[in-house]
């Protein structure tokens, strides 16, 4: 996204005189272009898409959407080996410790610049320190710009809340659970008024009791790496007290039944938000517009409370030219454009996604804004003021396959396939293998 100076059209108006017969000559329209993008979800949006063509008409957005983890993973290396990517890739920041790793695979970004004469050199005071990290190689070569920030709070159902004898106010709610601990518990309360034919049925509290993991983990300093200051980074899940702690917090809430047996992006799940089969979920800012889409019936029936334990974090992206991009200053042009703050604040009142740019926190026009649909909660305030409470996490290269590892054990003990115990017996000797 461009900065807040006047946009310049790629379209060139101006005529050239000719001395010689006397008259003015158009000149030539700019070349039309197409602007190759790998992304998944919704990371680009509809509505800034039809933005860009409006301002750019010669540009065309050819979006293929793919899942993250094909994406970020066989595709991308296929196409870095082979040298035939797209213009941009969009890179979750799950795989960001990897792709670091490997910043021959991408245009330095502080090599080129757009329109206003900007490079990702002079940019990089737009964004949250520790997110612009994130696409930063280890050679210091800028390879990705973020996107938005997955800030983390519950959406609950005042509905429910009320059915079960629990108060409906955001405030009161979010006194009810400043601990997991208290989180757990108020679930266990919940419980307490769902019939024994709707637990049979598979009604819970929440969604998933299985989402309290990487909610608990990111709310330490360390996950799987410590930053040593090497490129690598030293792994320390086995010993990071935090990852332990998440496991064994997200045990105690599937020991105490307060989730569903629903998985999450599943066809049941979806239904489930309508229906009521569950009263709260752990929602990054980007899950709003996915309730509404899914539940439009249920409008002003949720609400947002604060995230127990302190602020949350869910996800995020960073925009990429891979080295291999044929289209790369078009495909600058349309990043700087797409992600600066003017563009952020309009993605987060349209679609929920959160800004990584901090100077729209104290903007009214996102502090001040609310949403009908959850209760006209000050939505803006409230995943303002949880991200404001984060701290950098030191993402490592073999991240993502260690998430793996962990969900696939903490599945084990939710199908009670194994003892939590068990399960991350074999998750240590799982990570061994992958990790060497």
């Given at each position: ?297 249920t409008a002003g029936k949720w609400d947002i409370a604060s995230m127990p334990g302190g602020g949350g ?48 926190y104290t903007d009214p026009a996102l502090t001040g804004f609310s949403d009908p649909f959850f209760n006209n909660a000050p939505v803006g305030k409230i995943y303002s003021a949880g991200i404001l409470k984060l ?46």
């Open positions: 996204m461009l900065r807040k100076s006047k946009l310049v059209s790629l379209a060139l108006i101006a005529g050239v005189t000719s001395m010689g017969l006397g008259m003015v000559t158009p000149a030539r329209a700019a070349d039309p272009v197409t602007i190759t993008i790998w992304t998944f979800g919704d990371v680009i949006e509809p509505a800034l898409v039809k933005d860009y063509k409006a301002l750019h008409p010669e540009v065309t957005l050819q979006i293929k959407k793919s899942d993250l983890d094909p994406l970020n993973g066989t595709n991308m290396v296929t196409a870095c080996t082979a040298g035939n990517g797209p213009d941009i890739a969009a890179v979750e920041v799950s795989y960001s410790g990897y792709w670091r790793s490997y910043p021959r695979c991408f245009t330095d970004l502080r090599t080129i610049k757009n329109s206003d004469g900007k490079s990702a050199k002079d940019i990089a005071g737009d964004y949250l320190p520790w997110r612009w990290a994130q696409g930063v190689g280890y050679d210091d070569s800028v390879i990705g710009i973020p996107t938005d920030v997955g800030g983390l709070e519950v959406a609950y159902r005042t509905d429910l809340f009320k059915k079960a004898g629990l108060p409906t106010d955001r405030t009161k709610v979010s006194a009810l659970w400043p601990t997991w601990d208290k989180f757990i518990a108020t679930g266990k309360q919940y419980m307490k008024s769902v019939s024994a034919a709707d637990k049979k049925s598979g009604v819970g509290f929440m969604d998933s009791a299985g989402t309290i993991y990487s909610a608990v983990l990111n709310q330490g300093t360390t996950k799987y790496y410590l930053n040593d200051g090497t490129d690598t980074g030293k792994l320390v899940y086995a010993t990071n007290p935090q990852v332990k702690k998440a496991w064994d917090t997200t045990i105690t809430a599937l020991n105490a039944g307060i989730g569903t047996r629903i998985s999450q992006f599943t066809a049941d799940w979806n239904v489930g938000m309508t229906k009521g089969t569950f009263a709260a979920m752990l929602a990054p800012a980007w899950m709003m517009d996915y309730i509404k889409s899914q539940a439009p019936d974090n869910q996800g995020g992206t960073q925009l990429t030219i891979p080295a291999s991009a044929k289209n790369k200053q078009a495909a600058w042009d349309f990043i700087s454009w797409y992600l600066a703050p003017a563009q952020q604040l309009k993605v987060f009142k349209t679609y929920g996604l959160f800004p990584s740019t901090p100077s729209l701290k950098p996490i030191f993402e490592g290269k073999l991240n993502r396959a260690i998430d793996q590892a962990m969900g696939a054990g903490l599945g084990r003990v939710a199908s009670k396939k194994q003892t939590a115990a068990q399960s991350w017996a074999q998750v240590l000797s799982d990570l061994k293998k992958v990790t060497g």
